[in-house]
């Protein structure tokens, strides 16, 4: 072992509050309590002194009451009223003694010669003595200056029994007392500290310490009014704050994750329309070189009819393949916004063709029912085209395997907003016959990147394109739809006036 390693340092066990609560109520009760013994002992000191006093006042009363007295009628009178003093004050004894006695002997305790002394020279003498039987006596001593033989005084002796008695008990009394008093006052203390500090901060503590871990999951239900409540309710108040952070942080992550994957997406989308333009550029070519050789091979007179009409076909389908990968490179291609007059109902059709295939593969049987007649709008076909087809494909997409959908274009009264009169407006509504959208799924389905499909199946977009097409055409798209039920999208636009109309026909070229 490495002797120059340091040891941890030993941290000393904390005092918990309830304990420093109970400790200081303890001290101040102890220092109360010690303060008013002292004050009783003054006052019991005070009292004493001043029952010393008191008899003394009553004993020089009393001497010259008997050095009169022993004066005019005699010794014997005198000692008759020393006797009915004894009597009449209890607890105060009263005798006349006689100091010169052998050896200074006189009734009582001995007193020694410089006590007799000070008697002699007319002074008093106080002193406490115990009897045989431990009875601790107060004795003063009062020299009488009378007309007889020899010298005499006054004694006075009180019992101190009941005086250090009480003393005694007082001070018993106020030991118990503070014993008491302190021990009820630290346990009621320390019960309701423990209650009301010590169990709340514990508590505090755990959830802090949940907190720091990261576990917002638990609330403190603490019912305090105080401060320890308030702290409690601000940990709760943050635990709400951090579990509301923590889900936005994760929303916004996971749509920060979807959007990447979505523009992701949208790339991909953008390299693959590159491509198929670029197919579709190689493509052109040799359909118009099959076109042309099969109508060629049609024109000659010589042929068997099977021959001229199977070089019509050909000619008749690479036609049309060419005309739908004119249309396909037409949709793709970037432009400026070009509107004009367009009738309604070729447009839709001219769609419809585009995403036959698609329908055809994923076998949908896909219904028009085209406008009596003719519907013109101010629109860009290129625009409008990709509006209404991002909308047939998400019907076809949610219809899964199968099924029919039905596109209808008329002309009827409509109104964006219900308090708004009704007028006259175009509409194509595509009706498909899938799961429906919920009720709450209804105010988000046009924003950007909200799909209920499956991945792979939508960016989320396409909705979001089209209804901002729509709404640069001045229209709106309405939905209705409920679970089980299919959905069913209307697009709004504003007709051309019939004047309008006749007179754009008028200004075509004959």
């Given at each position: 072992?490495?002797?120059?390693?340091?040891?941890?340092?030993?941290?000393?066990?904390?005092?918990?509050?309830?304990?420093?609560?109970?400790?200081?109520?303890?001290a101040g009760i102890l220092a109360v309590m010690g303060t008013y013994a002292i004050v009783q002992i003054r006052n019991e000191v005070t009292l004493f002194r001043a029952d010393v006093k008191?008899?003394?006042?009553?004993?020089?009363?009393?001497?010259?009451?008997?050095?009169?007295?022993?004066?005019?009628?005699?010794?014997?009178?005198?000692?008759?009223?020393?006797?009915?003093?004894?009597?009449?004050?209890?607890?105060?004894?009263?005798?006349?003694?006689?100091?010169?006695?052998?050896?200074?002997?006189?009734?009582?305790?001995?007193?020694?010669?410089?006590?007799?002394?000070?008697?002699?020279?007319?002074?008093?003498?106080?002193?406490?003595?115990?009897?045989?039987?431990?009875?601790?006596?107060?004795?003063?001593?009062?020299?009488?200056?009378?007309?007889?033989?020899?010298?005499?005084?006054?004694?006075?002796?009180?019992?101190?029994?009941?005086?250090?008695?009480?003393?005694?008990?007082?001070?018993?009394?106020?030991?118990?007392?503070?014993?008491?008093?302190?021990?009820?006052?630290?346990?009621?203390?320390?019960?309701?500290?423990?209650?009301?500090?010590?169990?709340?901060?514990?508590?505090?503590?755990?959830?802090?310490?949940?907190?720091?871990?990261?576990?917002?999951?638990?609330?403190?239900?603490?019912?305090?009014?105080?401060?320890?409540?308030?702290?409690?309710?601000?940990?709760?108040?943050?635990?709400?704050?951090?579990?509301?952070?923590?889900?936005?942080?994760?929303?916004?992550?996971?749509?920060?994750?979807?959007a990447l994957e979505q523009l992701r997406h949208t790339d991909r989308l953008a390299t693959v329309g590159k491509l198929a333009s670029g197919v579709a550029h190689q493509l052109g070519t040799?359909?118009?070189?099959?076109?042309?050789?099969?109508?060629?091979?049609?024109?000659?007179?010589?042929?068997?009819?099977?021959?001229?009409?199977?070089?019509?076909?050909?000619?008749?389908?690479?036609?049309?393949?060419?005309?739908?990968?004119?249309?396909?490179?037409?949709?793709?291609?970037?432009?400026?916004?070009?509107?004009?007059?367009?009738?309604?109902?070729?447009?839709?059709?001219?769609?419809?063709?585009?995403?036959?295939?698609?329908?055809?593969?994923?076998?949908?049987?896909?219904?028009?029912?085209?406008?009596?007649?003719?519907?013109?709008?101010?629109?860009?076909?290129?625009?409008?085209?990709?509006?209404?087809?991002?909308?047939?494909?998400?019907?076809?997409?949610?219809?899964?395997?199968?099924?029919?959908?039905?596109?209808?274009?008329?002309?009827?009264?409509?109104?964006?907003?219900?308090?708004?009169?009704?007028?006259?407006?175009?509409?194509?509504?595509?009706?498909?016959?899938?799961?429906?959208?919920?009720?709450?799924?209804?105010?988000?389905?046009?924003?950007?990147?909200?799909?209920?499909?499956?991945?792979?199946?939508?960016?989320?977009?396409?909705?979001?394109?089209?209804?901002?097409?729509?709404?640069?055409?001045?229209?709106?798209?309405?939905?209705?739809?409920?679970?089980?039920?299919?959905?069913?999208?209307?697009?709004?636009?504003?007709?051309?006036?019939?004047?309008?109309?006749?007179?754009?026909?008028?200004?075509?070229?004959?």
């Open positions: 072992m490495d002797s120059g390693a340091a040891e941890p340092a030993c941290s000393p066990v904390p005092m918990k509050l309830a304990h420093k609560l109970t400790a200081s109520l303890v008191k008899n003394t006042r009553i004993g020089r009363s009393l001497k010259a009451t008997i050095e009169e007295v022993w004066r005019a009628e005699g010794e014997a009178r005198a000692r008759e009223l020393v006797e009915e003093a004894d009597d009449e004050n209890r607890g105060l004894g009263v005798r006349i003694v006689r100091l010169d006695g052998p050896a200074g002997r006189v009734p009582g305790p001995t007193l020694g010669p410089e006590d007799l002394a000070v008697l002699a020279g007319g002074g008093e003498v106080r002193f406490l003595r115990e009897d045989g039987k431990g009875d601790r006596r107060r004795y003063t001593y009062l020299p009488l200056e009378v007309a007889a033989p020899g010298r005499f005084a006054l004694a006075l002796f009180e019992s101190l029994h009941e005086q250090l008695t009480y003393v005694r008990m007082n001070r018993i009394g106020i030991v118990t007392a503070t014993f008491a008093v302190t021990g009820v006052c630290a346990l009621i203390v320390l019960y309701l500290a423990s209650l009301f500090v010590s169990r709340p901060i514990e508590q505090l503590r755990d959830q802090a310490r949940r907190i720091g871990a990261g576990d917002f999951s638990q609330r403190l239900s603490l019912r305090q009014r105080d401060e320890i409540g308030e702290l409690a309710g601000e940990l709760n108040a943050m635990c709400d704050m951090m579990v509301e952070s923590h889900r936005r942080l994760a929303d916004e992550t996971e749509a920060r994750v979807s040799p359909l118009n070189v099959v076109s042309i050789r099969a109508k060629m091979i049609g024109a000659q007179p010589p042929l068997p009819d099977e021959v001229c009409d199977a070089a019509r076909i050909i000619a008749e389908q690479a036609d049309r393949m060419t005309a739908i990968i004119r249309r396909l490179l037409d949709f793709s291609r970037r432009r400026s916004i070009s509107r004009g007059r367009r009738e309604l109902g070729p447009v839709v059709a001219r769609t419809l063709e585009l995403i036959a295939p698609v329908a055809q593969k994923r076998r949908v049987v896909v219904e028009e029912a085209p406008a009596g007649a003719p519907i013109f709008v101010d629109v860009d076909e290129a625009q409008l085209q990709q509006a209404l087809a991002n909308i047939v494909l998400n019907g076809i997409q949610a219809m899964g395997e199968g099924g029919r959908l039905r596109v209808r274009v008329g002309q009827r009264p409509a109104s964006r907003l219900a308090g708004d009169a009704p007028a006259d407006h175009a509409f194509v509504a595509i009706e498909d016959e899938g799961p429906g959208i919920e009720p709450e799924r209804l105010v988000n389905l046009f924003e950007p990147f909200f799909t209920t499909k499956a991945p792979g199946e939508g960016t989320g977009l396409g909705l979001s394109v089209a209804e901002g097409i729509v709404e640069d055409h001045d229209g709106w798209i309405d939905v209705t739809s409920a679970p089980g039920q299919g959905a069913c999208f209307t697009v709004y636009l504003k007709p051309l006036p019939r004047a309008a109309v006749v007179q754009g026909l008028q200004d075509m070229p004959s």
